[in-house]
């Protein structure tokens, strides 16, 4: 597999994850945000991840859809890819909010981005969501918002998202939140930290592997 990617973004980071866990080999290749000439030339979109790979009946696929590209390579259902539904979309869009309003100005500022690509991010995102400096001005708010949210998404863990074992809901989960860390005004609960923890265990996931190598 070669994988297309950003760092920070969810959707990627959920395949990351996924391939980890399901100990899929892949080559990866982080696209700078303000690259449209790859993505296009490959899906006709600008939307990552993108996966190159074959699938189960040895077909060449180029997907954008990183569902589809968990579940092409997840042959023995390991992850439970069914149990996937519109309420966790719902949760997913919801914890979103919050989430990207925080993490972005913060985003921003790692390896990923040089001067370029940071103010194309900064000028498309705040088109969505307002100035980053006004995002800053009221992480409090967002934080706030966010933590009765995670409270009530904590007592669903049972250990793991509605069940006892690891699914595609944990690595949806994870890979959403993952991006907090990076927010220096924040903390997890402790036992959302060990889920998410554990999650990066099972999955072998280093955020920033492309930068420590």
């Not at 030339?41 to 993108?50: A, G, H, N, Q, V």
């Not at 909010?97 to 498309?124: C, G």
């Not at 966010?146 to 809901?169: A, E, G, V």
Request: overall charge neutral; aromatic content about 12%.
């Amino acid at each position: 597999m070669k994988l297309y990617h950003y760092i920070h973004c969810p959707f990627c980071v959920r395949v990351r994850m996924a391939m980890g866990f399901l100990e899929t080999p892949y080559s990866s290749v982080v696209l700078p945000y303000n690259d449209e000439k790859t993505p296009l030339s490959l899906t006709d979109k600008k939307m990552l991840p993108i996966a190159e790979y074959k699938n189960s009946k040895s077909q060449d696929i180029v997907s954008n859809e990183s569902l589809n590209i968990i579940k092409d390579n997840d042959v023995d259902n390991k992850l439970a890819n069914e149990l996937y539904s519109s309420e966790v979309e719902e949760l997913l869009g919801s914890l979103g909010k919050e989430v990207h309003s925080l993490a972005m100005p913060y985003w921003i500022w790692t390896p990923e981005f040089d001067e370029a690509s940071r103010e194309y991010f900064q000028n498309k995102k705040e088109v969505k969501r307002g100035p980053f400096k006004e995002l800053v001005k009221n992480r409090e708010k967002f934080i706030q918002s966010l933590n009765i949210k995670l409270n009530s998404l904590d007592k669903m863990m049972t250990p793991y998202y509605k069940s006892d074992k690891l699914t595609i809901n944990d690595i949806a989960i994870a890979s959403h939140l993952w991006g907090m860390y990076i927010v220096p005004e924040f903390q997890f609960s402790d036992r959302m930290n060990t889920y998410l923890m554990n999650i990066k265990s099972k999955c072998n996931f280093n955020y920033h592997e492309d930068y420590w190598k």
